[in-house]
């Protein structure tokens, strides 16, 4: 039997990092203000810390959207897989050629397009699509903020978020 309803159980565990951060910060500033000495270097390093794991945190609450959606992320040593209802698919994160949003979808979808296969697509809200996040920080030259902003965006057409090497001719512009 729990004592927190599932809606705030929901909503601390999307602000987790968040909250460490908070804590994490708070400790730092009362070592500060508090002994002194040694204590206070080591209480404005956590402070420091906590500044860091605050934007980490921040950014990672701002793309989960939620979970229950169709289907289930797995993600195992940069082996993207999903398991979903009516499709299915896997990639390898180095394969990923391109990455867009489709929000047309209901739910949206992300897109993962490689060389020679067929587009994987995987709901923003599927069940183990928040571990997507480190997938996608870790391609060379995303911009994480654009990305959640188009995750939070009313696009009304597929959003090209990254691209490996770009299929446009040089002069054309993204957006």
Known sequence: MSFIRPEARAALRRWREVLVAALVGLLGLSWIAGPGGLLAWVGAA????????????????RFRTGAGGPGV???????????????????????????????TGKPAHWVLDRAGQTPLRVPVNAEGADALFDVFATLPGLRTERMLAELRGEAAHPVVIWERRPLRPEGLRLH
């Open 46 to 61: 956590l402070l420091l810390a906590s500044g860091a794991l605050l934007v980490i945190g921040l950014q990672r609450a």
């Open 73 to 103: 992320v797995l993600v195992d040593e940069g082996e993207i897989t999903y398991l979903g209802p009516l499709t299915g698919g896997s990639v390898a994160a180095a394969e990923i050629e391109r990455l867009a949003l489709d929000p």
